[in-house]
């Protein structure tokens, strides 16, 4: 499999070299195929490159401008590789794009789920203050299982991720996103196992929980307990809010998977009711038994369109709520960083007026540590200012990302409720001409 | 600074009633003919059905609304206006049972005000209406009476005596139960053609005071007077002759037809099943056997449809069931969003927030709308399948009347090979005695007596005879009753199902197209 797709990919880019050369002919005719506005259509322009991907045919009626730079991918066509516990999905990962350091107008490659993990994990690193998208969920357990549901499931959401970091004005820049969209197979396991293992925290990270351990321990010592906190009323607001939101959400994701299920079984309890009064009206043998079965087969009709609804249910009602607590957990983590800076900033604040003190002090006694205390302090006070920095574009990013993101996740949510009635409002119209098929022939047998 | 949800997320009526009515007290209320559940159907008001038995001639069944009413409004197929009767069960009371009073205080027992309306004639004519107060073992001892009189009949089945419910359920909720139970028992009694003229069920209605029903025919000294002869019917031989006497004397021609009791006529028990063994085990065949192919077409016919009904009540049941948890979920799932929209619009900053707050509500309501419409469903759907374990419980009748049948089969099976053993015995002692130069004084007197016998037990099979004809005749004009009843209720209760579920389904389909249309700016088609 991977062989064919080495061939693909080969051909794809010889193919992709000699259009660099006629490029700007070549992004005329293959901006067409994505019409895709940055901004607030980002969701939209996800789902319509998957339908145009899937139907097959490239080209959609509307284009943007062809000065307009895009970039946007598609994960593609999982396949289940390797034996028992060691097995896993692999994706296609599609890029189309005109951004100049990116390598053609296409590229493909084959990346797996501890690729997007190892991504999210670097912009998570690299870019402080944004919300980064949020990433399916590890699970051990269904991964046995690999049901074609999970699977689908996951690539859905696999791709949602990557095509909003594409579509984010600052990640999209980002390297190591090129890296991923980009990189040979082999750069990219390398990269990938430098992660993994179970202290998947660099020394500098361990280095850091140290530090953060010793510093809570004296100030425990020293007898201040209430570790710093920034004293924002704003900004307390705004964190009870998403503790708060997450709570819900995950109320309402709990019952929409539940309401999925609800659909499954009185789906299969319609079929079972309609096989048993089947048998019935095979028995009777007259207009009654005809009746009987008419009203067996209707039912079996109508479990299968229950099935159907109930997976509508989960891809597009479900799924999309579990995204948005997703969502919501990712901001937590950028709330944790947040306060991490701004304790950094504090300690660094501290540490600097002591070692300023002690540089006074050094001065006036005319000491020969003077030089070494200068230095050291000039060092403290860069690395002070470093963190300031660092804290105050955490504070600006998570201001302009919030808007953002409240943005966005009403026209998630208006999607996913728009076409969670579109499937209830399917299914009922259904139900109801099923069964009002089959008045007229119930009519015909209690008049004879 | 989480504090966990204040209202927990089970449906309890009055809270989530309360949130719900927050979200739609101001939408127009879509529902003007909203039929409230236990609006006219109520199973307390007896006065429903039978009043006027032509109105449901007016019925249309265009609304679904009209549906949940159907099958209370199916009058029986013969009787006209005038010719009803009616029954009602109230108004239960404890009373103190005087008679056994070892205990100080003694036992007590419920009884029931039974009224009754009715034009019959033996009535008293049109518009006599009465009522008397019976327990429950009024009630057994007339269910009693009728399996003895009216044997090969589809006898509706009396209530049950005491299922272990009684013991776990409140006094009061039992109580309850059993008015129901024994309201409805009394209704079907006063469907049947034959059964509602009975002598029983006019006493049961009418005698004030006790009881004036036998418990059984059977009496009780009559066990003794068995019992003591048993010994010697049992030794045969030389006891044989007094045993003719002893049975003749003993023996009611009458109560011959009638099934072996328990009390009486161990003999006669003993006999019976040492002839159906012989039936099943013996080689050779019984000489009467039955011979109406016919019937037992139908009968076969019709167990197999009791098979196949049992299945479908019972997915009928899942089906309720489940049907219930989608309604429950979608409630719960409604409720959420309430929650949620709450939350927003309290703590929005952002003009988006204020728009998903919006879109949020309309999820809610609509969801909270259709949870309501499954409930109610789901009590209308309920109403319609219950044709089917009443059914059930006919087919029990059904079985009742077929074992009639079979037992007095039996008892002229067993009376036919009394008469043939009895004639081959007489045919030896008479070849014995031929032999013997002069006669044989105690041989003739044996063979006297032998023949004695034969006259009495000739008698009783005729007598058994003719039962077995009669319940032959009552069995197959039962059965093209309930077959013409079955087609008319099965088909209107299909149609009761179908028209409710269509019915239903096409207002939750307007509740969601309303919530379609609602987010339809955030279609994909549009824009």
């Known amino acids: 499999m991977t062989m064919v797709d080495r061939c693909l990919v080969s051909w794809a880019s010889t193919l992709t070299l000699f259009l660099l050369i006629s490029q700007p002919l070549f992004i005329i005719l293959l901006l067409p195929l994505w019409r895709c506005n940055l901004h607030v259509d980002n969701n939209l322009c996800v789902m319509e490159q998957q339908r145009t991907l899937s139907s097959g045919s490239s080209l959609s009626p509307r284009s943007p401008s062809p000065s307009q ?3 946007s991918v598609s994960v593609t066509d999982p396949v289940k590789l390797g034996n028992g516990v060691q097995a896993y999905i692999s994706y296609r990962v599609i890029t189309k794009t005109n951004f100049p350091e990116y390598q053609g107008p296409e590229k493909i490659v084959i990346r797996r789920y501890s690729d997007f993990v190892w991504l999210r994990d670097r912009l998570f690193e690299k870019y402080k203050g944004i919300f980064i998208p949020p990433i399916p969920e590890k699970s051990a357990v269904e991964k046995f299982r690999f049901s074609a549901e999970f699977i689908e499931m996951r690539r859905q959401a696999l791709d949602i991720f990557v095509n909003r970091i594409a579509s984010h004005h600052e990640l999209q820049q980002s390297d190591d996103l090129r890296t991923f969209l980009q990189a040979e197979e082999e750069t990219m396991e390398r990269l990938r196992s430098q992660e993994t293992g179970i202290f998947k925290k660099k020394p500098s990270d361990l280095m850091q929980i140290f530090k953060d351990v010793q510093s809570k321990v004296s100030d425990v010592v020293l007898g201040k307990e209430k570790p710093v906190e920034e004293c924002d009323p704003e900004y307390e607001k705004m964190k009870h809010y998403i503790f708060e939101l997450e709570n819900h959400l995950a109320e309402a994701q709990k019952h929409a998977y539940r309401l999925v299920k609800r659909h499954r079984e009185l789906g299969q309890s319609l079929s079972d009711f309609g096989k048993a009064v089947k048998l019935l009206g095979a028995s009777e043998g007259n207009a009654l038994g005809k009746a009987f079965s008419e009203l067996g087969m209707k039912s079996e009709i109508l479990s299968a369109k229950l099935q159907k609804e109930a997976h509508q249910l989960l891809m597009n009602f479900e ?3 579990k995204d948005y607590v997703r969502a919501v957990q990712s901001i937590k983590a950028t709330i944790a960083e947040r306060a991490n800076a701004f304790r950094r900033q504090c300690e660094l604040a501290e540490t600097m007026k002591l070692k300023e003190i002690n540089l ?18 000039k060092e403290l006070k860069a690395e002070s200012e470093q963190a300031t920095k660092t804290f105050e574009t955490i504070v600006k990013l998570m201001n302009e990302e919030i808007g953002r993101f409240q943005e966005q996740k009403t026209l998630d949510m208006g999607i996913a409720f728009h076409e969670f009635a579109k499937g209830q409002a399917r299914l009922a119209n259904s139900i109801a001409d099923a069964w009002r098929s089959l008045l007229p022939k119930l009519e015909a047998c209690s008049s004879s | 600074m989480m504090n966990h949800e204040q209202q927990p997320p089970i449906l309890h009526a009055s809270q989530d009633d309360g949130m719900e009515s927050l979200i739609l007290n101001d939408d127009d209320d879509s529902f003007p003919d909203h039929p409230h559940p236990l609006g006219p159907q109520s199973p307390n008001s007896p006065f429903n059905s039978f009043l006027d038995p032509p109105s449901y001639a007016d019925a249309v069944f265009t609304s679904f609304d009209s549906n949940g009413h159907d099958q209370i409004l199916r009058t029986p197929a013969a009787p006209s206006p005038s010719d009803y009767l009616h029954i009602s069960v109230t108004d239960p009371l404890k009373e103190q049972d005087l008679a056994t009073s070892l205990v100080p205080g003694g036992t007590t027992f419920y009884t029931y005000l039974i009224t009754t309306r009715s034009n019959f004639p033996e009535f008293g004519g049109p518009g006599s209406e009465f009522a008397v107060r019976r327990r429950f073992r009024d009630v057994v001892t ?12 589809f006898i509706p089945v009396r209530p049950d005596k005491s299922t272990v419910e009684s013991q776990v359920m409140q006094k009061q909720e039992f ?111 019984p000489l009467v056997v039955e011979k109406d192919k016919e019937f037992m077409e139908k009968k076969d016919k019709l167990m197999e449809f009791e098979q196949h009904l049992t299945t479908v009540s019972q997915q009928a049941e899942s089906l309720v069931k489940f049907q219930q948890d989608m309604g429950e979920t979608m409630g719960e799932l409604g409720l959420a969003f309430v929650k949620l929209t709450k939350f927003e619009t309290e703590e929005a900053l952002f003009e988006s927030q204020r728009v998903r707050a919006a879109d949020m509500r309309n999820v809610a309501t609509a969801a909270v709308k259709a949870s309501r419409l499954y409930r109610e469903l789901n009590t209308q759907t309920i109403k319609h399948l219950d044709k089917l374990h009443e059914y059930l419980g006919t087919m029990l009748a059904v079985n009742n009347a077929f074992s009639d049948r079979s037992s007095a089969l039996l008892t002229v099976q067993t009376l036919s090979s009394e008469l043939a053993s009895l004639h081959s015995r007489i045919e030896k002692l008479e070849v014995a005695s031929s032999k013997i130069f002069g006669g044989d004084k105690s041989r003739m007197r044996k063979v006297e007596d032998l023949k004695e016998a034969i006259r009495v037990t000739e008698n009783a099979k005729v007598c058994a005879d003719r039962e077995y004809e009669r319940i032959k005749e009552n069995n197959k004009s039962e059965l093209e009753r309930i077959e013409k009843e079955r087609h008319d209720d099965f088909i209107s209760m299909l149609r009761g199902f ?17 919530l379609a249309e609602e987010t339809s700016a955030y279609s994909r088609d549009s824009s």
Request: charged share 30%; aromatic share 6%.
């Open chain 2, 498 to 514: 179908v028209v409710n579920q269509a019915g239903y389904a096409e207002k939750m389909a307007a509740v969601w197209e309303k």
């Open chain 2, 142 to 153: 007339l269910s009693d009476r009728l399996s003895e009189t009216y044997r090969g009949y």
């Open chain 1, 69 to 71: 730079p895009f970039l």
């Open chain 1, 319 to 321: 799924e999309p709520l």
């Open chain 1, 360 to 377: 006074d002090k050094l001065t006036l006694i005319r000491s020969d540590k003077v030089v070494e205390a200068e230095h050291e302090y």
């Open chain 2, 175 to 285: 109580v309850e139960q059993r008015r129901v139970a024994l309201e409805k028992y009394l209704r079907k009694l006063a469907l049947h053609p034959v059964i509602r003229k009975s002598e029983e069920l006019r006493l049961f209605l009418e005698a004030k005071g006790k009881l004036p029903l036998a418990k059984t025919t059977d009496v009780a000294s009559r066990m003794l007077d068995g019992a003591v002869k048993l010994p010697r019917q049992l030794l045969g031989g030389e006891g044989v002759a007094a045993a003719a006497a002893a049975a003749a004397a003993s023996v009611d021609l009458n109560e011959v037809a009638q099934p072996a009791r328990v009390g009486r006529d161990l003999l006669r028990i003993f006999k019976e099943l040492k002839q159906s063994v012989a039936n099943d085990w013996g080689g050779s065949k």
